[in-house]
């Protein structure tokens, strides 16, 4: 069976959050985002406000908190993503708090989602919103143990979050195949998975997919489908 490369692309966030990320490459990650109808763009939030405003309606923008390396305050990271909605985003993923999960600390890992899902249902409740925030936590599955993955499915389903996520890409590795097979296996109902990290072919994000994914964070499958539309 011939991959269905629309029904991949339509469950990308088509991301760019390299440090070195200008305007106009965003800007041009929107242009083809809306193109190639990807589920949203996963942006730096400096330029969540500039991009709502150049796309209007026609887009998602999901941008990250406490990112990447998750070790600010609850605080920061509940007005970090304040900030964010206020400035036109619609999904937001945040980092956990990796070395208080390894710590053993659950409740305040468990406490910090709950944080940042509260704020997300009360700006959509403030504005009067249609949908509220999608939230998508990111557990940077390449710095846990098996034991560590299993818990924070727990985690993540116990805090009400929409999306447990792989990867932030910026750490020692990306998705694999196992960790979205231990996630479907473990995460309770309701909560979804997002892929992300090192998906670099339309094959690799059929079998993520297969798996149990219903997102993908990936900055290469477009520029690939991009690639097929030429030779077509």
């Known amino acids: 069976m011939a991959i269905d490369m629309q029904k991949i692309l339509a469950a990308c966030d088509h991301t760019l ?16 985002a809306i193109e190639f109808g990807t589920a949203s763009v996963c942006i730096p939030p ?14 998602k923008i999901c941008t990250v908190i406490g990112f990447p390396n998750g070790n600010m305050t609850t605080a920061t990271k509940v007005y970090e993503t304040r900030d964010a909605l206020l400035n036109g985003a619609s999904e937001i993923d945040m980092v956990i708090n990796i070395g208080m999960l390894k710590a053993g600390e659950r409740g305040y890992v468990l406490n910090e989602i709950q944080q ?3 704020a997300c249902d009360g700006w959509a409740d403030e504005v009067g919103a249609a949908e509220k925030p999608i939230l998508k936590v990111i557990v940077e599955t390449c710095l846990l143990t098996e034991e560590e993955k299993v818990e924070v499915c727990g985690i993540v389903t116990d805090s009400g979050a929409d999306f447990i996520k792989t990867s932030t890409g910026f750490s020692t590795g990306g998705a694999t195949f196992e960790d979205i097979a231990l ?11 997002k892929a992300s990290g090192g998906i670099s072919s339309f094959a690799d994000a059929e079998r993520f997919m297969e798996l149990g994914a219903t997102r993908l964070g990936t900055s290469r499958l477009v520029r690939l489908a991009r690639e097929a539309k030429k030779v077509n």
């Open 17 to 32: 959050l390299k440090q070195g990320a200008t305007w106009d490459d965003i800007k041009a990650l929107c242009d083809d």
């Open 46 to 59: 400096c330029y969540v406000r500039a991009a709502k405003d150049y796309v209007g309606d026609r887009l």
């Open 116 to 118: 940042i899902k509260a």
């Open 183 to 193: 996630f479907a296996e473990h995460v309770g109902p309701g909560v979804q998975i």
